[in-house]
């Protein structure tokens, strides 16, 4: 019965209803875009970090992390790469044999990070092909060497120059070799890009003679989020095995992160505050404009408890409407900055070429924002529609008619 | 005559104009705050570096440069020191004794830059001293050091430890001493601490046969804003060493400074657009309630282009009423939190570890509010511009027919 009063309210008056909607509607889109957009920087921060790194998780022999040894490497085994294929979650995973060693060109010498890596599935991960400055990048079968541009400088090399390796091999034996410069990389950060050497995984494999071995599996997963369910289910399946999240080799990244986003609440309040007084004002006016009526239905003898019902149980639906109507009407805008990035310039582009992540803004697509969102200005809405009591509760029925 | 009839108008309904009146506040309070927000981050930030780290100037001698060469002492510098120590600008000044080595316990060892400092002084200038977690800051006896909480986790050492400091001493030799673990700090950043420790100036410097060798001076002013111009005024006065405020040496700062001013805007934009939906709605829900009325005042002979003067009049009499009073609210509050601070741990797991220094005070500048006043009345009066013309549309002989 009150339903059927509240529905048939809402259309006898569209236009009122149309506005009090689109009230909803655009707050809900505005809290929307916000959120994803935040979310959306961080990610990208995130996730180009940490594919330039170590990846989202990692798989390593126990107790590789803490000396990075290169005894502490494990074996190749095909129960962890059938199970690597196997999980959905992951998009990409790479095997890398990272070593100290000391690289000279016969007057320097300088300490450095070698990673033994697989060329093509490396470039599908950290898109280091890309970074090329000079010479070419490597292939499976090479002999070569691919160094980074400030290492290149220091060592005073060219391409086709040859560097020669020394380091600690495996179980304490001697490693040495020569290897001619195939390309050369710039690495954006400024300490890796001093410092960072790569041989393909099996001239590194020669170098530090280890075998079928390598010192980590770096892995890349789809949703950030998932990042402790997948580590979970590697452990389940395959124990024995060191794995990390990037939050935990990385945590300075993952507390800078949560520091943001300490910053995104106080912005979200200011925010849900303004919606709020737009959301307020339109309810106000709504009901001021209708007193001329409600004092009509009172003096007939409606009680005023079922008309306050009645007008949230309006106010409810419409909400509702407004709401669903927005979470839909927001997702072509976001899929919109998905698809074209907003390009930042300034010294935004700056920080980013610092920090090693690209300078744009492209909404996160995760819906789970998108009913938070939508959830968030419902409750605000339906919140301050309880003001209709009030206001019905106070409505002397001789002033309203005459209003 | 517009004028007047439109200021009666306003007060004929006060509800309906109250809402706008507070719609405008809220949006201006919303603006207002976000940017002192904003800036009292962004200080909190620059504090932390400038009393940890940077100091507001550092003078070296030109050649100190990024070898750190241990010969290159600033010449005079006593004389300098004691100088600045009379300075009425000076908060507190402190000389330094600078070196990179290698700090080795009993299990590994680790690059580091060490600090030879007298304690009395350097407790005026950096908040390393409150940031001590374990034992004290220094304690007045032979051949202490002081070292973060990362770098004592990293060598596998605890408070009363000893570790072995090793570096090039003035003859080019390499020197080792045996230094006791007094304290163990804990400051924001976690680079710092694990590459910095701290020593008594005179140990150091008899290891390093300086004497009384100063590579470093480190001033506090008593005004952080006036040091660009001191820092011109020290550059002329000592040309011939290396004066740089915190900016020249952390160039990062400034550019985050700018990033975060560019997301500033963008959110500032949202929460705009946000407010002028809101403004929208609540006019449109007023103008069109008052149909019978345009309809009557159109119907009596007012023609088209005065009714939507005298709309648009009424919607800037509203702003301009509004905008005074969001001015004083956001005094208020902001004075309010600018006093106590905003607890962000609150928000943010991360942040809580840290203790101290997690409160933002929001910082408001009178500059700021000439330029959000102006982009909320230009908010304000364009959201007025659609319901005004939706006033045109009416045709008197059937709006006067509307209840």
Same mark, same amino acid.
């Given at each position: &019965?009150?339903?059927? %009063?509240?529905?048939?309210?809402?259309?006898?008056?569209?236009?009122?209803? %149309?506005?009090?909607?689109?009230?909803?509607?655009?707050?809900?889109?505005?809290?929307?875009?916000?959120?994803?957009?935040?979310?959306?920087?961080?990610?990208?921060?995130?996730?180009?970090?940490?594919?330039?790194?170590?990846?989202?998780?990692?798989?390593?022999?126990?107790?590789?992390?803490?000396?990075?040894?290169?005894?502490?490497?494990?074996?190749?085994?095909?129960?962890?790469?059938? %199970?690597?294929?196997?999980?959905?979650?992951?998009?990409?995973?790479?095997?890398?044999?990272?070593?100290?060693?000391?690289?000279?060109?016969?007057?320097?010498?300088?300490?450095?990070?070698?990673?033994?890596?697989?060329?093509?599935?490396?470039?599908?991960?950290?898109?280091?092909?890309?970074?090329? /400055?000079?010479?070419?990048?490597?292939?499976?079968?090479?002999?070569?060497?691919? #160094?980074?541009?400030?290492?290149?400088?220091?060592?005073?090399?060219?391409?086709?120059?040859?560097?020669?390796?020394?380091?600690?091999?495996?179980?304490?034996?001697?490693?040495?070799?020569?290897?001619?410069?195939?390309?050369?990389?710039? #690495?954006?950060?400024?300490?890796?890009?001093?410092?960072?050497?790569?041989?393909? &995984?099996?001239?590194?494999?020669?170098?530090?003679?280890?075998?079928?071995?390598?010192?980590?599996?770096?892995?890349? /997963?789809?949703?950030?989020?998932?990042?402790?369910?997948?580590?979970?289910?590697?452990?389940?399946?395959?124990?024995?095995?060191?794995?990390?999240?990037?939050?935990?080799?990385?945590?300075? %990244?993952?507390?800078?992160?949560?520091?943001?986003?300490?910053?995104?609440?106080?912005?979200?309040?200011?925010?849900?505050?303004?919606?709020?007084?737009?959301?307020?004002?339109?309810?106000?006016?709504?009901?001021?404009?209708?007193?001329?009526?409600?004092?009509?239905?009172?003096?007939?003898?409606?009680?005023?408890?079922?008309?306050?019902?009645?007008?949230?149980?309006?106010?409810?639906? &419409?909400?509702?409407?407004?709401?669903?109507?927005?979470?839909?009407?927001?997702?072509?805008?976001?899929?919109?900055?998905?698809?074209?990035?907003?390009?930042?310039?300034?010294?935004?582009?700056?920080?980013?070429?610092?920090?090693?992540?690209?300078?744009?803004?492209?909404?996160?697509?995760?819906?789970?924002?998108?009913?938070?969102?939508?959830?968030?200005?419902?409750? /605000?809405?339906?919140?301050?529609? #309880?003001?209709?009591?009030?206001?019905?509760?106070?409505?002397?029925?001789?002033?309203?008619?005459?209003? | 005559?517009?004028?007047?009839? $439109?200021?009666?108008?306003?007060?004929?309904?006060?509800?309906?104009?109250?809402?706008?009146?507070?719609?405008?506040? $809220?949006?201006?309070?919303?603006?207002?705050?976000?940017?002192?927000?904003?800036?009292?981050?962004?200080?909190?930030?620059?504090?932390? $570096?400038?009393?940890?780290?940077?100091?507001?100037?550092? +003078?070296?001698?030109?050649?100190?440069?990024?070898?750190?060469?241990?010969?290159?002492?600033?010449?005079?510098?006593?004389?300098?020191?004691?100088?600045?120590?009379?300075?009425?600008?000076?908060?507190?000044?402190?000389?330094?004794?600078?070196?990179?080595?290698?700090?080795?316990?009993?299990?590994?060892?680790?690059?580091?830059?060490?600090?030879?400092?007298?304690?009395?002084?350097?407790?005026?200038?950096?908040?390393?001293?409150?940031?001590?977690?374990?034992?004290?800051?220094?304690?007045?006896?032979?051949?202490?050091?002081?070292?973060?909480?990362?770098?004592?986790?990293?060598?596998?050492?605890?408070?009363?430890?000893? +570790?072995?400091?090793?570096?090039?001493?003035?003859?080019?030799?390499?020197?080792?001493?045996?230094?006791?673990?007094?304290?163990?700090?804990?400051?924001?950043?976690?680079?710092?601490?694990?590459?910095?420790?701290?020593?008594?100036?005179?140990?150091?410097?008899?290891?390093?046969?300086?004497?009384?060798?100063?590579?470093?001076?480190?001033?506090?002013?008593?005004?952080?804003?006036?040091?660009?111009?001191?820092?011109?005024?020290?550059?002329?006065?000592?040309?011939?060493?290396?004066?740089?405020?915190?900016?020249?040496?952390?160039?990062?700062?400034?550019? =985050?400074?700018?990033?975060?001013?560019?997301?500033?805007?963008?959110?500032?934009?949202?929460?705009?657009?946000?407010?002028?939906?809101? +403004?929208?709605?609540?006019?449109?829900?007023?103008? =069109?309630?008052?149909?019978?009325?345009?309809?009557?005042?159109?119907?009596?002979?007012?023609?088209?282009?005065?009714?939507?003067?005298?709309?648009?009049?009424?919607?800037?009499?509203?702003?301009?009423?509004?905008?005074?009073?969001?001015?004083?609210?956001?005094?208020?509050?902001?004075?309010?939190?600018?006093?106590?601070?905003?607890?962000?741990?609150?928000?943010?797991?991360?942040?809580?570890?840290?203790?101290?220094?997690?409160?933002?005070?929001?910082? =408001?500048?009178?500059?700021?509010?000439?330029?959000?006043?102006?982009?909320?009345?230009?908010?304000?009066?364009?959201? $007025?511009?659609?319901?005004?013309?939706?006033?045109?549309?009416?045709?008197?002989?059937?709006?006067?027919?509307?209840?």
């Amino acid at each position: &019965m009150y339903f059927r %009063l509240a529905w048939r309210n809402m259309w006898r008056s569209r236009r009122r209803t %149309l506005i009090t909607i689109s009230s909803i509607f655009f707050a809900v889109i505005f809290a929307i875009l916000m959120r994803v957009m935040m979310v959306g920087v961080f990610d990208r921060m995130i996730s180009d970090t940490v594919s330039m790194s170590c990846g989202y998780i990692q798989i390593h022999h126990t107790g590789y992390w803490d000396n990075r040894s290169i005894d502490s490497t494990m074996e190749e085994s095909p129960k962890l790469t059938s %199970l690597l294929n196997n999980e959905k979650q992951i998009i990409s995973w790479v095997p890398r044999l990272e070593t100290f060693a000391l690289a000279s060109s016969g007057e320097q010498t300088k300490g450095i990070m070698l990673m033994g890596i697989e060329p093509a599935k490396e470039d599908s991960v950290s898109k280091l092909s890309k970074k090329i /400055i000079a010479g070419k990048y490597l292939a499976d079968s090479d002999k070569g060497i691919m #160094l980074a541009e400030g290492l290149a400088t220091y060592l005073k090399l060219k391409v086709n120059d040859t560097v020669i390796l020394l380091g600690q091999g495996y179980e304490g034996s001697m490693a040495a070799g020569k290897y001619p410069i195939k390309g050369i990389a710039r #690495l954006p950060i400024p300490d890796m890009n001093k410092a960072m050497a790569w041989l393909p &995984m099996k001239s590194s494999r020669d170098f530090s003679s280890t075998g079928a071995r390598y010192t980590s599996i770096s892995i890349m /997963i789809q949703d950030r989020d998932k990042v402790d369910e997948v580590k979970q289910s590697i452990i389940k399946q395959e124990p024995g095995y060191e794995v990390m999240t990037w939050q935990e080799m990385l945590p300075e %990244l993952d507390q800078t992160f949560q520091a943001k986003m300490g910053q995104n609440v106080i912005m979200s309040g200011i925010l849900y505050m303004v919606i709020a007084f737009g959301i307020f004002g339109t309810i106000l006016m709504m009901l001021n404009e209708r007193m001329h009526e409600f004092g009509i239905l009172i003096a007939i003898g409606m009680k005023k408890g079922i008309l306050a019902r009645v007008v949230v149980m309006e106010m409810i639906l &419409m909400s509702v409407v407004g709401t669903l109507l927005g979470m839909i009407g927001a997702f072509p805008i976001v899929l919109y900055f998905r698809l074209h990035p907003i390009h930042m310039g300034g010294s935004w582009a700056q920080v980013a070429a610092k920090f090693n992540f690209q300078p744009i803004i492209q909404p996160s697509m995760d819906l789970h924002h998108f009913i938070i969102q939508g959830y968030a200005v419902l409750s /605000i809405a339906i919140v301050l529609s #309880l003001y209709a009591i009030f206001k019905i509760h106070k409505i002397k029925a001789i002033e309203a008619i005459n209003s | 005559m517009l004028f007047k009839v $439109a200021w009666r108008n306003i007060w004929r309904n006060t509800t309906r104009s109250l809402v706008v009146i507070a719609s405008v506040a $809220a949006g201006l309070l919303a603006g207002m705050f976000l940017i002192a927000f904003f800036q009292g981050f962004v200080k909190q930030d620059v504090n932390n $570096a400038v009393e940890a780290q940077l100091a507001h100037i550092q +003078i070296h001698n030109p050649a100190f440069g990024d070898d750190k060469d241990v010969n290159d002492t600033i010449t005079n510098a006593s004389a300098i020191v004691e100088k600045l120590r009379k300075d009425v600008n000076v908060k507190s000044v402190s000389g330094r004794a600078i070196t990179m080595g290698m700090i080795s316990s009993s299990s590994t060892a680790s690059g580091v830059e060490i600090h030879g400092v007298n304690p009395g002084d350097e407790k005026n200038i950096s908040s390393i001293s409150q940031n001590v977690v374990e034992g004290v800051y220094f304690d007045g006896k032979k051949n202490e050091i002081v070292i973060g909480k990362k770098l004592a986790d990293k060598l596998g050492v605890k408070l009363h430890n000893k +570790i072995v400091l090793t570096f090039q001493s003035k003859s080019g030799d390499l020197t080792a001493g045996s230094f006791r673990i007094a304290g163990i700090f804990r400051s924001r950043n976690s680079a710092f601490d694990e590459m910095t420790v701290f020593t008594n100036f005179d140990d150091v410097a008899q290891l390093l046969g300086t004497g009384n060798g100063i590579h470093e001076i480190a001033i506090l002013l008593k005004d952080g804003q006036k040091v660009d111009t001191l820092a011109a005024g020290y550059k002329s006065q000592y040309p011939k060493l290396l004066v740089q405020t915190w900016g020249e040496i952390e160039p990062e700062m400034g550019l =985050l400074t700018g990033l975060m001013d560019q997301m500033m805007y963008i959110i500032m934009g949202i929460i705009l657009l946000a407010l002028m939906f809101g +403004i929208i709605n609540t006019m449109l829900m007023a103008v =069109l309630e008052r149909q019978r009325e345009f309809g009557m005042l159109m119907a009596i002979g007012m023609n088209k282009p005065r009714v939507f003067i005298m709309v648009m009049l009424e919607s800037i009499m509203l702003t301009c009423v509004g905008i005074p009073i969001g001015i004083l609210l956001t005094i208020g509050i902001v004075d309010y939190f600018a006093k106590y601070g905003i607890n962000m741990s609150a928000f943010s797991k991360a942040l809580s570890q840290f203790g101290v220094g997690n409160y933002v005070y929001p910082e =408001l500048h009178s500059s700021m509010f000439l330029s959000v006043t102006i982009m909320t009345a230009i908010t304000a009066i364009l959201s $007025a511009i659609y319901p005004a013309y939706k006033a045109l549309q009416f045709k008197p002989a059937v709006a006067i027919h509307q209840i």
